[in-house]
């Protein structure tokens, strides 16, 4: 499975920003989609998690309510949609692959390359 991130970029502080993961190959084998972010010196971090069906979703307390994941399986392409964006937020953002839908990064099988997101304060 092969994901490739985009849409990140530079944003102030309380806008919005739309992050995209597209996946390719045999997606069906690890079929819970995840985000996790990395800031500057900080360990990975879990931000979000969807089943195959999108009829579950997981979030990080310190996400909730201010960021959606969401995907479309005809486009096997997974979404997260960033609102109310901080500057704490700033992060590379990952996309990830995996069977179950946890917030371990140690779960999840596939990666992609990361898309940075900054937040000016």
């Known amino acids: 499975v092969q994901l490739v991130e985009s849409g990140g970029g530079l944003v102030q502080a309380g806008g919005s920003l739309g992050l995209s993961c597209a996946a390719s190959?045999?997606?069906?084998?690890?079929?819970?989609m995840g985000w996790f972010r990395q800031a500057p010196g900080k360990e990975r971090e879990f931000v979000a998690a969807?089943?195959?069906?999108?009829?579950?979703?997981l979030y990080a307390d310190s996400v909730k309510d201010r960021f959606t994941i969401s995907r479309d399986n005809a486009k096997n392409t997974v979404y997260l949609q960033m609102s109310s964006l901080k500057p704490e937020d700033t992060a590379v953002y990952y996309c990830?692959?995996?069977?179950?839908?946890?917030?371990?990064?140690?779960?999840?099988?596939?990666w992609g390359q990361g898309t940075l997101v900054t937040v000016s304060s």
């Open positions: 990830a692959a995996g069977v179950l839908s946890t917030r371990s990064w140690s779960r999840y099988e596939h």
């Open positions: 969807i089943s195959w069906s999108g009829s579950s979703t």
């Open positions: 190959g045999r997606t069906f084998s690890t079929p819970v």
